[in-house]
């Protein structure tokens, strides 16, 4: 009765967690095997034998047949007259094979082998679990909210595993209630008391990229990669793209059709602003990319310190700090250097400036349209900014900016 139990017990155990035949059959053996070794102070002279399929085993003993006065070791010998009790053909020198039933092993015996095995299972499960989980850091997971406390809440994966999402992973305006469906990602697997404690995330930029690659097929293809992310969770976020086909336009595709694809994620994200900016090598245009909405008149980078200068007219002051200086700091983070922001205190001149559009004539318009793409919207506003800088923010080619700086340069020339 003592056996059935104990491989109904790990069956059940199989079926329910489902354990490979092997691991099943080596667990089985050794809590076997270490139950022999204390009872008899070996097992090498043990064979277990398992048999999954019907949901049974047996354990066999081999000893070697000796004279009744030669008798040694009673853990690997027989006396010939014992063995001839169990066959009467049996000589000196033979091996007898008997099985060993559980039962003879004592009850409280076999209820530590049970315990035993419950625990090595449960061990096994444990750590199945925290490597499944470990592989899958920065991985999407979808589970339904289970139980919701005040720290954190608790979520089932399908399989009915446990995570967690603390309160300090959520979007600070997520609301979940009881049998929510809710998405994140893995952020940490820890071993706490050889359980493994898995943990989740809606906060971490990995979120934010999982998402971009269920809503982009461009990014989950590798046609366009996400070269960084920055958020302040809730609120807003910048995502400098970059697409290695010519022909796509990274935010144009990031983006949609009328929003169609950002969409989706602006509303998982609880309607979270995201800024998608197209990446470049090109320390100032990325400066100009990232402050966005703002338009810089003039920037100057300082590699060695890694800070950036940005000079605006005192009307986009306010648009590139941001509310409570979030746009400011999501452009420090996304460019990797300090920027600071400075009034454009430019004299006034007596000559009346000069619109970029009434240079029509001389500059083709996409040349026009290049230069106020980077605040430039009037001719000195343009001479205000160095010729290399122009190069640098404009990506025109050197013999282009050299004649624009020509044409309005002899507008105030007297």
């Given at each position: 009765?003592?056996?059935i139990?104990?491989?109904?017990?790990?069956?059940?155990f199989k079926?329910?967690?489902n354990i490979?035949r092997?691991t099943?059959?080596?667990?089985?053996?050794?809590?076997?095997?270490?139950t022999?070794?204390?009872l008899y102070?070996?097992d090498d002279?043990f064979?277990?034998?398992?048999?999954?399929?019907?949901g049974d085993f047996e354990?066999?003993?081999?000893r070697?047949?000796?004279?009744?006065?030669?008798?040694?070791?009673?853990?690997h010998e027989?006396?010939?007259?014992?063995a001839q009790?169990?066959?009467?053909t049996?000589?000196?020198?033979?091996e007898?094979?008997d099985?060993?039933?559980?039962q003879k092993?004592?009850?409280?015996?076999?209820?530590?082998l049970?315990?035993?095995?419950?625990?090595?299972?449960?061990?096994?499960?444990?750590?199945?679990l925290?490597d499944k989980?470990?592989?899958?850091?920065?991985?999407?997971?979808?589970?339904?909210v289970y139980?919701v406390?005040?720290?954190?809440?608790?979520i089932?994966d399908d399989?009915g595993?446990e995570?967690i999402?603390?309160k300090?992973?959520?979007?600070?305006?997520?609301?979940l209630r009881?049998?929510?469906t809710?998405?994140?990602?893995v952020?940490?697997v820890?071993?706490?008391?050889?359980?493994?404690?898995?943990?989740?995330?809606?906060?971490?930029?990995?979120?934010?990229?999982?998402?971009?690659?269920?809503?982009?097929?461009e990014?989950?293809?590798?046609?366009?990669?996400i070269?960084?992310?920055?958020?302040?969770?809730?609120?807003?976020?910048?995502?400098a793209?970059q697409?290695?086909?010519?022909?796509?336009?990274?935010v144009?595709?990031?983006?949609?059709?009328k929003?169609?694809?950002i969409?989706?994620?602006?509303r998982?994200?609880?309607?979270?602003?995201?800024?998608?900016i197209?990446y470049t090598?090109?320390?100032q245009?990325?400066?100009q990319?990232?402050?966005?909405?703002?338009?810089a008149v003039?920037?100057?980078?300082?590699?060695?310190?890694?800070r950036?200068?940005?000079?605006l007219?005192?009307?986009e002051?306010?648009?590139?700090?941001?509310?409570?200086?979030?746009?400011?700091?999501?452009?420090?983070?996304?460019?990797g250097?300090?920027?600071?922001?400075?009034?454009e205190?430019?004299?006034?001149?007596?000559?009346?400036?000069?619109k970029l559009?009434?240079?029509?004539?001389?500059?083709?318009?996409?040349?026009?349209?290049a230069?106020?793409a980077?605040?430039?919207?009037?001719?000195?506003?343009?001479?205000?900014?160095?010729?290399?800088?122009?190069?640098?923010?404009?990506?025109?080619?050197?013999?282009?900016?050299?004649?624009?700086i020509?044409i309005?340069s002899e507008?105030?020339?007297e």
């Open positions: 009765m003592e056996t139990n104990l491989t109904e017990t790990f069956t059940e079926e329910l967690k490979d092997p099943m059959v080596g667990v089985l053996e050794n809590v076997f095997r270490g022999l070794l204390k102070g070996s002279n064979d277990v034998i398992i048999n999954i399929d019907k354990i066999w003993r081999n070697i047949i000796v004279a009744d006065d030669k008798l040694r070791d009673s853990k027989i006396s010939l007259s014992e009790k169990m066959d009467e049996y000589e000196e020198g033979d007898v094979t099985e060993v039933r559980l092993f004592g009850r409280r015996a076999v209820l530590a049970r315990q035993n095995l419950a625990g090595r299972i449960a061990d096994l499960e444990n750590q199945q925290f989980y470990t592989d899958r850091i920065g991985e999407l997971v979808v589970g339904e139980q406390w005040k720290k954190e809440a608790l089932l399989n595993n995570l999402l603390p300090t992973e959520q979007i600070p305006s997520d609301f009881k049998s929510d809710v998405r994140a990602v952020h940490k820890e071993m706490k008391n050889n359980v493994p404690v898995i943990i989740l995330s809606r906060n971490a930029p990995e979120f934010l990229e999982r998402l971009f690659e269920l809503e982009v097929p990014i989950f293809d590798g046609i366009i990669t070269k960084k992310i920055v958020r302040v969770p809730g609120e807003r976020a910048k995502v793209v697409s290695y086909d010519d022909r796509i336009d990274p144009g595709a990031c983006v949609g059709m929003g169609s694809r969409h989706g994620i602006v998982e994200l609880r309607n979270e602003n995201i800024d998608v197209n090598d090109n320390v245009l990325m400066v990319r990232a402050l966005n909405p703002a338009k003039n920037i100057k980078v300082n590699e060695a310190t890694r950036v200068e940005v000079y007219h005192p009307n002051i306010s648009m590139a700090i941001g509310k409570g200086g979030l746009n400011i700091k999501l452009a420090n983070q996304l460019v250097y300090e920027i600071d922001v400075f009034r205190d430019v004299e006034r001149e007596q000559e009346e400036d000069v559009d009434e240079f029509s004539d001389e500059i083709d318009v996409w040349i026009i349209n230069l106020k980077i605040g430039c919207d009037t001719a000195k506003s343009v001479l205000r900014i160095s010729r290399d800088d122009l190069v640098k923010r404009t990506d025109l080619e050197e013999e282009t900016v050299d004649e624009v020509r309005l507008e105030f020339e």
